[in-house]
Structure formats: C-alpha cells, structure tokens
C-alpha cells in the first residue's frame, strides 16, 4: 500500500504549492509583512485533503518539510522587500527588488491519532507522532549551534559551514586550505545559533491503570517555540521520533536512546479535553440531566459500596463539578474550585471515598500526607543530567492536578513545613518557588479533598474541632466544607451497615465463584439482581464524561431569588452576633454559598441558578456549621473554634486570667495560681475551665511556673 502511494506521488512540491496556494494564502501574506519577528507557518493536518500528501507527512516528514520549502522558495510564495527607489514627483516608475526569507519553519497541528509514551515502538522512527503528557521537567533556553565556521591556527583561513547534529560537537581536525591535519577555532561571529530548549513530559495520570509507573519523553524545541510552556502545563506536542545511540564508559551501545525533535506544541487550555465525548455521549448526558432526582442519582453513584454518608457524598458530587473561576477586570482572580475536609474516626471509609472519587473526576491525583514532602505536593527544583548538570523545576501532585482534584490523605500526618505548602495552593491556586536560583509561578487550579484523623484516635463532640486535628487553624479555615464522620453505636445502623458489608462480601463470592465454575440455579439475571444495592445508579464512565461535559459548557448565572436567599440566610447568622457574642460566620462562608450553588445549578447543565439550588446548599453549609462551629455554652454558632482554635468563651477566659494575674501579681509579675483561680471564678467562670486554660498557657509557652504554685506570664 505504502509503495503503491509512493508511485502515484511525481511531483509533490508542486501539489505542495498548489495547497498552500489554496488554503494559506492568507497566513503566507502575513508571514511575508511580520518576518523576522513572525517566522513559522503553521498548517492544519485536517486542511491537506489530498491523502497521498497526509500519508507521506507521516511516514516521512523530514522529506515533506524539505518540500515545502523547496515549493515556497521556487514559487517565490514568500518574497521580501530588500530596497525600493521612489522617483521624484510627477514621475510614475518605482524600482523594487525582492530576496527570498532566510529560514522558515513549517508546523503541523491537529494531528488525528495522539500516541501515549508508552507505546512508542522502534518501527516508529523518524515517523510524525503526536504525544500528549503532562510537562515535567524544562531547561532554561539556551543557544544551540547550527552551523560553525572554523578558522585554521596554521594558515587563518576560514573553514565552513559544517553543519552541527543534535548532541556531539562537529569539530574538523583537518584543515583544507593549507592540507595539513591542525585544530581550529571556532568563530563566533561567523557561525549560525538557534535557539534551543530540552522538556521532558510525563503520561497524564487519568490515562494509568493502578500501580503503573508513568513513563516520561524528552523532547528537543527549538527557535520560536522554546519558553513558551512550563511545568506542570498539559500538552500535545507534535514531532519526529528520532534516536541517538548510547555511549557506555567511552564505547558505543547497541542500545538506542530516543527523543521527539519538537514541530509543534499544542498546550491544551480548556479542562477535561482529554475527556472525548462522541454526539452519543452527548446525546446520553443531556437526556440524563432531564432526569427526576438527579441530584440523588449522582451522589448514590459516589462510592455505592459504602453504606450512608449520604450529606457527605453529596458534597463530594457538588465538588466534582466545581463552581466557576472568575478573571476578574482589576486583574484578581476568584476560584471556583470547592474544598472539602472529611474528619472522622478511623475504619469509616474516608480513604476508600477519597479512593473513588479520583477514579471518577476526569482528572484527579491521589497522595497520602503521611509519605507526601513539601517538593512532593508543590514543585522541587532537581539537578542531573536532563538539564545538563543545571537546575530543572518538577511539578509535585498539586500542580499535577491542575484543573481537577487532588485527594490527600492523612493530611494530620503531614510535617508542619509540608502543611504550609498547602496555603497559597488552596486560596490563590498557584504556587510560588523560589530553590536553587529558580523563581517561577505555577499553576495548581485544583479542588482538595482532605481526610484527618483526630490526635486521640477517636472524635470527641464536647472538644474543639482545632484542638482534636493536628492542623493550623489558618488552613482549616480554606475549606468550604468539613465534615465531622463519627463512629457512634446505634442499633439500627448499626445492623444496616453490617447487613451491607456482609450482603457485598456474599455477592462478591458468588461472582468469583461463578466466573470459575457457573454455579447451577443461580443465572445472569439473578447477580444483577443481587448486586442492586452496590451498582451505582449512573454508570461510571457515562458519569465521568458527564461532570467533564458539564465542566466544559455550563457556566450558570445566579438568578435574584438565589441571590437574596444566599444573602438573608448570611445576614441571619450574622445577626446572631453583636459585642458580647461570637462571630457566626464570615464572608469567606458567603463566598463558599455561592460556588456551591453554581455547581448545584451545574448539576443539572442548567444556566440559572435557582433559589432551589441556594437552599439546597444552605442545608449542606448549615449541617457543616452544626459540627465545627457550634458553641454549646453560647448555644449558637462561632466561627473562631475553627477559624482560630478558640472560641469566644475561651478567648474571654484567656483575658480574664491574664488580667487576674497581672492584678495580682503587681510589679513582680508574679501570682499564686489559687489566688488567680478564685479571681476569676468570682467572675463566673467554672473553675476546671479556669485550671485547663491556665495549664494551656504554660503548655503554649505563654506563661511559666517559676516556683510550684506560682505563675508569671511571659508574653
């Protein structure tokens, strides 16, 4: 077939030129006004119609571009004004002399088939590929030599051009115009450099089956694409497979190293392209979001293994389709990504729900706390030989997840340096680095989903949720929703959540057992029926291009009912508090309503949000609030157990016992703990608080006990 497409192929330049004749006369012209400033011609592989043409750009593309060239040079498609006389007035002749440009790169984009890194093959050499990956690794951009005139020690002569190959120097040993075999030097001046930059991508992480390794590509770029793309970024770069042999301990390899000579790169912008949905996927997702109880169907979909947690895998769906990011005028950028923090006692399944919810987001990356580094999570700056010896930046798993969710967990396990990493990448969605002389920016647009254990095992309700989490108050306070998951005996849930497990285990036997040997009397349609209780009630697959569907094309509008409910039911709870009381919430709550609500009306691929969807989120937000933010000694909500670590009561204790001290203790600073205590229960406090407050001072480091039963503040 190959050899019968060559044959009919006589005179490709010329049907070369005739196409770009046809279908770029417009880029030709403007590639002729913006050169040297513009210097690449890019061509849609789905505009060369003529398939003799298409199948050659893949099989050799090196021929193909010379063609090209050739077809531009001797049809003088591109022609430069090189002077030009203007005759006096009144005369009507003007002189013009045009010169071919210098060097024109032909690009090729939209390429049909994307080839993962792992099943490149040797038969694939110096063939057309597309590769697309996740960026990894770059270099800096640095001069590359092309061609080198070299000038002889013996005679001073010039010598060249000799053209350079990509990685061994090209040095002659022999001088022609003298004959005699001499070194030579190279001129700077007179040879010919380009621009060139080395990256290495790595296969995007939804791509992998469990436990694979991903396998990474160096890619060589040069001229006017180097500098253009940065870690982390998602790309499909379009080239020429090529290989160099291997050089072991100064003698050649039979092995072969390979790399992709860079023709064009495509950074993909929009999320979730990777996602393909044909027009009956989107035929299916639309009759989908007109179903009753979409809502229901969505979140039972979630992890239908494990049994209730219902307010939580709804909160869960509500992250998975995100609330919108907005650019807005002055500059400021506001996310629209949800985080969620799952606390709760241990063997309640928080890590399998983490688990499945990567597996279902369209793009997702799964990291424990407890093995993950600072570098790990953001970005690390590295030094071997990729970079020749230089210092090269390597995205870590937040930057990885940009546009989906990063699921960590065990984040009480992480070291208080790895926490703080989280801060910038939670609120602003970049992160900053600044190792090893490398200052750089980073994009990490992701939702987290977060799972802690409490520091005692097990969650106690009377205990403030920032004293039970070994976690800053600062970073608790990023998420919109958290979650207190307690394991708290009750009969009957008890007995339906082991009627559950037991009922999964018996059911996961007999599909062992019948895929085996077909067991007699039980049939296909008997399985299914017993598996109803586990089968998620949307499809996994048809799910995931759901959420990537709605992702792409629904960005909703809040309507005037929503926004005043969202907007009564803040100033409601801001009304609880006044001098005396604590605060009940903060905008940043208000903030966390309203993307909620913008993936509520998501949801449905709806363009309005309704007063509906505000209400529904309230419910979720208010459930929320009853767990962490709930005072029982005020009998109402305060913000600061968990936005700070203290609640108003205890904050008040705290100055009262601070004063007591300082008024009893006089000029020396120094006080008798009984005679404080007593002070400060005259005052209307109970005296075991007093003592826990004053045994957590001297624990903070802000007071100490000089001598036993004295007590001095230090701060």
Same mark, same amino acid.
């Given at each position: 077939m190959a050899e019968q497409l060559e044959a009919e192929v006589t005179d490709t330049t010329t049907e070369w030129s005739k196409f770009l004749r046809r279908r770029y006369k417009k880029e030709l012209a403007e590639l002729r006004r913006e050169y040297p400033h513009k210097?690449?011609?890019?061509?849609?592989?789905?505009?060369?119609?003529?398939?003799?043409?298409?199948?050659? %750009?893949?099989?050799? &593309?090196?021929?193909?571009? =010379? /063609?090209?060239?050739d077809a531009i040079k001797n049809d003088r498609l591109i022609t430069l004004k090189k002077g030009q006389m203007v005759s006096p007035p009144g005369g009507a002749t003007e002189t013009m002399e045009s010169v071919e440009p210098g060097h024109i790169n032909i690009r090729f984009t939209n390429l049909p088939r994307k080839i993962a890194v792992r099943e490149i093959r040797a038969d694939q050499i110096n063939k057309f590929l597309s590769v697309e990956g996740i960026l990894r690794k770059t270099t800096d951009v640095r001069p590359r030599i092309l061609e080198g005139v070299f000038q002889c020690r013996s005679c001073r002569k010039l010598t060249g051009p000799v053209t350079q190959t990509y990685g061994q120097f090209q040095e002659p040993d022999f001088c022609p115009n003298c004959e005699r075999k001499t070194r030579m030097d190279l001129i700077i001046n007179r040879s010919r450099f380009i621009d060139a930059q080395k990256l290495r991508i790595q296969e995007s992480p939804e791509g992998l089956r469990g436990g694979e390794q991903p396998q990474t590509l160096d890619v060589d770029v040069t001229d006017d694409l180097t500098g253009i793309v940065s870690p982390g970024d998602r790309v499909v770069i379009n080239g020429i497979l090529r290989s160099v042999q291997r050089v072991v301990h100064g003698s050649k390899s039979t092995l072969f190293d390979i790399y992709l000579e860079c023709n064009s790169i495509?950074?993909?912008?929009? @999320?979730?392209?990777?996602?393909?949905? *044909?027009?009956? /996927?989107?035929?299916?997702?639309?009759? %989908?979001? #007109? @179903? #009753?109880?979409?809502?229901?169907?969505?979140?039972?979909?979630?992890? &239908?293994?494990?049994?209730?947690? /219902?307010?939580?895998? @709804?909160? +869960?769906?509500? #992250?998975?389709?995100? =609330?919108?990011?907005?650019?807005? &005028? /002055? =500059?400021?950028? %506001?996310? =629209?990504?949800? !985080?969620?923090?799952l606390v709760g006692d241990p063997g309640i399944a928080k890590s399998q729900l983490l688990r499945y919810v990567v597996k279902l987001s369209p793009r997702g990356i799964y990291t424990s706390g407890k093995s993950s580094t600072s570098a790990g999570l953001t970005a690390t700056a590295v030094k071997d030989e990729f970079g020749d010896g230089r210092w090269t930046l390597e995205a870590g798993a937040l930057v990885l997840a940009d546009m989906g969710i990063a699921a960590v967990d065990e984040m009480d396990k992480m070291q208080k340096d790895e926490r703080s990493a989280l801060h910038e990448a939670m609120e602003q969605q970049t992160i900053s680095v600044?190792?090893?002389?490398?200052?750089?920016?980073?994009?990490?647009?992701?939702?987290? %989903?977060?799972?802690?254990n409490p520091k005692l095992g097990r969650f106690d309700q009377f205990v403030p949720i920032a004293e039970q989490i070994n976690m800053p108050a600062s970073l608790l306070s990023r998420f919109d929703l958290v979650f207190v998951m307690t394991d708290e005996p009750d009969a009957q849930r008890?007995?339906?959540?082991?009627? !559950?497990?037991?009922? *999964? !285990?018996? +059911?996961g036997e007999l599909i062992r057992q019948h895929e085996y040997s077909p067991i007699p009397d039980v049939d296909e349609e008997h399985i299914l029926r017993e598996l109803a209780p586990v089968i998620p009630d949307i499809d996994p697959v048809l799910l995931r291009k759901y959420i990537a569907y709605a992702k792409r094309t629904c960005f909703p509008i809040l309507s005037e009912e929503a926004m005043q409910t969202l907007i009564d039911y803040y100033l409601k709870l801001r009304d609880l508090a006044d001098v005396n009381k604590p605060v009940p919430v903060t905008a940043r709550q208000l903030e966390a309503l309203v993307r909620l609500a913008e993936s509520s009306a998501r949801m449905r691929l709806s363009n309005t949000i309704t007063s509906t969807d505000a209400e529904r989120v309230i419910r979720i937000v208010d459930i929320c609030l009853r767990q962490v933010a709930y005072d029982a000694e005020t009998g109402s909500f305060d913000i600061d157990k968990l936005v700070t670590g203290f609640s108003k009561t205890q904050r008040d204790i705290i100055r009262t016992i601070k004063e007591a001290i300082r008024s009893v203790g006089g000029e020396t600073g120094r006080a008798r703990i009984s005679e404080v205590i007593e002070m400060v229960v005259q005052q209307g406090f109970a005296k075991d608080k007093v003592e826990d407050v004053i045994d957590r001072l001297k624990r903070d480091g802000e007071a100490m006990e000089p001598r036993h039963g004295i007590i001095q503040l230090l701060r």
């Amino acid at each position: 077939m190959a050899e019968q497409l060559e044959a009919e192929v006589t005179d490709t330049t010329t049907e070369w030129s005739k196409f770009l004749r046809r279908r770029y006369k417009k880029e030709l012209a403007e590639l002729r006004r913006e050169y040297p400033h513009k210097r690449s011609l890019s061509i849609d592989y789905s505009t060369i119609t003529n398939n003799k043409l298409a199948f050659e %750009l893949l099989e050799r &593309p090196g021929k193909v571009i =010379g /063609d090209i060239r050739d077809a531009i040079k001797n049809d003088r498609l591109i022609t430069l004004k090189k002077g030009q006389m203007v005759s006096p007035p009144g005369g009507a002749t003007e002189t013009m002399e045009s010169v071919e440009p210098g060097h024109i790169n032909i690009r090729f984009t939209n390429l049909p088939r994307k080839i993962a890194v792992r099943e490149i093959r040797a038969d694939q050499i110096n063939k057309f590929l597309s590769v697309e990956g996740i960026l990894r690794k770059t270099t800096d951009v640095r001069p590359r030599i092309l061609e080198g005139v070299f000038q002889c020690r013996s005679c001073r002569k010039l010598t060249g051009p000799v053209t350079q190959t990509y990685g061994q120097f090209q040095e002659p040993d022999f001088c022609p115009n003298c004959e005699r075999k001499t070194r030579m030097d190279l001129i700077i001046n007179r040879s010919r450099f380009i621009d060139a930059q080395k990256l290495r991508i790595q296969e995007s992480p939804e791509g992998l089956r469990g436990g694979e390794q991903p396998q990474t590509l160096d890619v060589d770029v040069t001229d006017d694409l180097t500098g253009i793309v940065s870690p982390g970024d998602r790309v499909v770069i379009n080239g020429i497979l090529r290989s160099v042999q291997r050089v072991v301990h100064g003698s050649k390899s039979t092995l072969f190293d390979i790399y992709l000579e860079c023709n064009s790169i495509e950074v993909a912008e929009k @999320e979730f392209d990777e996602v393909n949905i *044909t027009d009956e /996927d989107e035929e299916a997702i639309l009759n %989908l979001s #007109q @179903e #009753q109880n979409l809502e229901r169907k969505i979140s039972r979909s979630i992890a &239908p293994t494990i049994y209730g947690n /219902d307010d939580v895998k @709804e909160a +869960i769906s509500l #992250q998975l389709f995100g =609330g919108i990011a907005k650019e807005m &005028p /002055d =500059g400021s950028r %506001l996310r =629209g990504d949800i !985080h969620v923090l799952l606390v709760g006692d241990p063997g309640i399944a928080k890590s399998q729900l983490l688990r499945y919810v990567v597996k279902l987001s369209p793009r997702g990356i799964y990291t424990s706390g407890k093995s993950s580094t600072s570098a790990g999570l953001t970005a690390t700056a590295v030094k071997d030989e990729f970079g020749d010896g230089r210092w090269t930046l390597e995205a870590g798993a937040l930057v990885l997840a940009d546009m989906g969710i990063a699921a960590v967990d065990e984040m009480d396990k992480m070291q208080k340096d790895e926490r703080s990493a989280l801060h910038e990448a939670m609120e602003q969605q970049t992160i900053s680095v600044a190792k090893a002389g490398i200052t750089a920016t980073l994009k990490s647009r992701c939702a987290l %989903l977060g799972a802690a254990n409490p520091k005692l095992g097990r969650f106690d309700q009377f205990v403030p949720i920032a004293e039970q989490i070994n976690m800053p108050a600062s970073l608790l306070s990023r998420f919109d929703l958290v979650f207190v998951m307690t394991d708290e005996p009750d009969a009957q849930r008890d007995a339906a959540i082991a009627n !559950h497990i037991v009922k *999964t !285990h018996s +059911i996961g036997e007999l599909i062992r057992q019948h895929e085996y040997s077909p067991i007699p009397d039980v049939d296909e349609e008997h399985i299914l029926r017993e598996l109803a209780p586990v089968i998620p009630d949307i499809d996994p697959v048809l799910l995931r291009k759901y959420i990537a569907y709605a992702k792409r094309t629904c960005f909703p509008i809040l309507s005037e009912e929503a926004m005043q409910t969202l907007i009564d039911y803040y100033l409601k709870l801001r009304d609880l508090a006044d001098v005396n009381k604590p605060v009940p919430v903060t905008a940043r709550q208000l903030e966390a309503l309203v993307r909620l609500a913008e993936s509520s009306a998501r949801m449905r691929l709806s363009n309005t949000i309704t007063s509906t969807d505000a209400e529904r989120v309230i419910r979720i937000v208010d459930i929320c609030l009853r767990q962490v933010a709930y005072d029982a000694e005020t009998g109402s909500f305060d913000i600061d157990k968990l936005v700070t670590g203290f609640s108003k009561t205890q904050r008040d204790i705290i100055r009262t016992i601070k004063e007591a001290i300082r008024s009893v203790g006089g000029e020396t600073g120094r006080a008798r703990i009984s005679e404080v205590i007593e002070m400060v229960v005259q005052q209307g406090f109970a005296k075991d608080k007093v003592e826990d407050v004053i045994d957590r001072l001297k624990r903070d480091g802000e007071a100490m006990e000089p001598r036993h039963g004295i007590i001095q503040l230090l701060r």
